[in-house]
């Protein structure tokens, strides 16, 4: 992994990281998982297919694995950015990859300026009809914990009249590391799921949607713990 993220910063920080060399780079991590042993097991990423229009899509944030993994499953389909704190765009290397991909970018400092930024870096980058991932929650968790799950990617979809997509992921095969919380130990016995769900326009105050979105995840991660 480190090899291919010194790889792509270097390309990035001399302006030669486009959106294929992210997509390409990202099935780079997805198959150093797979050599491991880690199985990974995807739902309904057709849906993406059949988008004739941007989205928003919204989903839990559990481990490093998704931020890595998901731009292989989604930029050949469709322009897609993060919305992402600010420290990521800082790291040592790896900020050069992060900032040539024209995140949206959070300080969790100022909630105030937090939600004027990603309103306005939202609008701006889906009228160039590029999609936004979002996680809403506080912090990465292996938990699912709704009151944590804020709004604002519902709010951004409605703003803008386009789709939202539920994203649920159970991905703790990729542990929290003890000195830097993004390298952790892979556990190859934990499969990695992921499940897009169908398509939804918010309607009213979004507050249905809001609540069918945790819905969907909380069933997902409920049936793949059960497994």
């Known amino acids: 992994m480190m090899k291919t993220v010194f790889l792509s910063s270097r390309a990035a920080k001399r302006g030669h990281y486009g959106d294929a060399e992210w997509a390409e780079s990202s099935y780079e991590i997805f198959h150093h998982l797979e050599r491991a042993g ?51 765009t800082e790291y040592p290397v790896f900020r050069y990859v992060m900032n040539s991909r024209n995140p949206i970018i959070v300080g969790r400092t100022n909630p105030k300026e937090d939600l004027q930024n990603m309103m306005q870096g939202a609008e701006a980058r889906l009228k160039k009809n590029i999609s936004i991932l979002i996680f809403p929650q506080t912090t990465r968790t292996h938990k699912f914990d ?31 590391g003890r000195l830097i919380k993004d390298f952790g130990k892979i556990n190859p016995k934990t499969t990695v799921h992921f499940a897009f769900g169908e398509p939804m326009m918010v309607e009213g105050n979004g507050k249905e949607t809001h609540e069918q979105i945790i819905q969907f995840i909380q069933e997902k991660l409920q049936k793949w713990e059960t497994a």
């Open 38 to 88: 880690v199985q990974f097991n995807v739902e309904n990423i057709d849906v993406v297919d059949r988008l004739n229009s941007p989205c928003v899509f919204i989903g839990n944030h559990m481990s490093t694995l998704e931020t890595f993994v998901l731009p292989f499953m989604l930029q050949p389909h469709l322009p897609i950015v993060f919305v992402v704190k600010k420290e990521l």
């Open 146 to 176: 709704p009151s944590q799950f804020n709004t604002i990617g519902v709010k951004i979809a409605k703003r803008n009249n386009v789709p939202v997509i539920p994203l649920a992921l159970k991905t703790n095969a990729w542990g929290n």
